[in-house]
């Protein structure tokens, strides 16, 4: 079973695609059980009263002998304007003071996202490896606007995107 599924980690390493934790044990599970539907007991052979359950001890084992070590995914990497971040709030403020807006008339509108065909940004990869590839991150999000006025009397009715 521990071969078949170092061959699948290898495999999903080919194709860029992380692991993590989670998704190895359940295709440890998977494999185990697979393996004993196919494993026709004879009359002169007993039934091995074997459970395996995949857990977390037995993955540290299986890490060891399959020389496997965990690294962050390096790809896409966006990064914020920390010089424009810190000027701002100073420029908002004068913007508001020259225009005369109240706080009425000030809004403050964000988003939010739920990525759900993330990959994880972590992967098993073998002792020999020092990096994974970076891959195409799915797109497919869905995105919750949500605002409201400074005075806090004015909520604006959430706008939901796919």
């Given at each position: 079973?521990?071969?078949?599924?170092?061959?699948?980690?290898?495999?999903?390493?080919?194709?860029?695609?992380?692991?993590?934790?989670?998704?190895?044990?359940?295709?440890?599970?998977?494999?185990?059980?697979?393996?004993?539907?196919k494993q026709q007991p004879s009359e002169d052979t007993p039934q091995a009263a074997?459970?395996?359950?995949?857990s977390r001890g037995w993955f540290n084992r299986f890490k060891k002998r399959a020389n496997l070590h965990n690294i962050k995914v390096t790809g896409e990497a966006a990064s914020a304007d920390l010089v424009?971040?810190?000027?701002?709030?100073?420029?908002?403020?004068?913007?508001?003071?020259?225009?005369?807006?109240?706080?009425k008339q000030v809004?403050?509108?964000?988003?939010?996202?739920?990525?759900?065909?993330?990959?994880?940004s972590r992967t098993y990869i073998a002792q020999e490896e020092k990096t994974a590839p970076g891959f195409k991150a799915a797109k497919d999000r869905l995105t919750l606007l949500l605002g409201?006025?400074?005075?806090?009397d004015v909520k604006l009715k959430p706008m939901l995107i796919y």
């Open positions: 079973m521990e071969r078949l599924l170092s061959t699948w980690i290898e495999d999903c390493n080919q194709r860029n695609m992380p692991l993590c934790l989670k998704l190895i044990q359940e295709k440890a599970l998977s494999l185990w059980k697979d393996l004993q539907e074997e459970s395996f359950n995949a424009a971040a810190n000027a701002y709030p100073a420029q908002l403020q004068d913007i508001i003071e020259k225009g005369g807006y109240s706080a809004f403050n509108i964000d988003e939010t996202g739920l990525c759900w065909k993330r990959m994880p409201g006025n400074a005075e806090g």
